[in-house]
């Protein structure tokens, strides 16, 4: 199957700090990237959807300022956690989908933990 | 918007035993359907995935699955568990022309523990 990679696989920052995290579709071009926020024991949570090329739509109760998503590309799409506070700490998860119909594929995850 | 559900939280069985884990839907357009595991530490990896034709699907390590679109329904099977298939179980729906949007949506998810 297609291979989504994600970096870094951990991370811990300060609370204000900005932390990015990156996506990539390793052998496919993913004209939608997709990130999800899973809290333990949950499930994902869907947070934004990003077209290659086009602002991100943001799901409800998400806050855009926040959670910046850019997809520069059709391999990489960036979630940049910005001015980050220990309940960001979670596990984000991204996704790419080469196209409407297909089947999208995850990344490993990357653990967030604020102090 | 469409809507996953997932009944069983929490399933315990004994190896051998036969599992079966429920799932609906609500959404009244055209779906596509899935069933994704995340063993301890792992990540979501696609068990199997219904998107047309025979409603009896089979996937990876002996699952299936049964599509009932009259029951709104993607229940999933497997006939003798192993305890290797301890996990989490999370049911998806995505709506592919839904211009609401088409991301996966998850159903919380069923913790499978499966005793030797």
């Known amino acids: 199957g297609a291979v989504v990679s994600q970096h870094p696989s951990r991370v811990i920052c300060k609370s204000g700090t900005s932390v990015k995290i990156e996506c990539r579709s390793l052998?496919?071009?993913?004209?939608?990237m997709f990130w999800y926020r899973q809290f333990p024991k949950k499930s994902l949570m869907l947070m934004a959807t990003s077209n290659e090329g086009s602002k991100a739509t943001y799901e409800q109760g998400v806050e855009k300022d926040k959670f910046l998503i850019n997809h520069a590309s059709l391999t990489l799409s960036t979630l940049t956690v910005t001015s980050a506070h220990p309940e960001d700490s979670s596990f984000y998860i991204c996704s790419a989908r080469a196209g409407r119909g297909d089947t999208q594929y995850f990344g490993p995850g990357t653990r967030l933990t604020v102090l | 918007a469409q809507s996953v559900s997932q009944h069983n939280h929490h399933v315990i069985l004994s190896e051998a035993a036969s599992l079966e884990l429920g799932c609906n839907y609500s959404?009244?357009?055209?779906?596509?359907l899935f069933w994704y595991v995340q063993y301890p530490g792992q990540h979501l990896q696609l068990l199997l995935k219904y998107f047309s034709g025979d409603p009896l699907v089979k996937g990876i390590k002996g699952f299936e699955a049964e599509f009932i679109k009259s029951k709104f329904s993607f229940n999933l099977r497997k006939p003798s568990v192993q305890w290797s298939d301890t996990a989490e179980y999370f049911c998806?729906?995505?709506?592919?022309?839904?211009?609401?949007?088409?991301?996966?949506?998850f159903g919380k998810g069923t913790t499978l523990s499966v005793s030797s």
């Open positions: 052998d496919f071009q993913a004209t939608t």
């Open positions: 998806a729906v995505n709506a592919p022309y839904n211009q609401a949007g088409t991301a996966l949506i």
């Open positions: 959404y009244g357009g055209t779906v596509n």
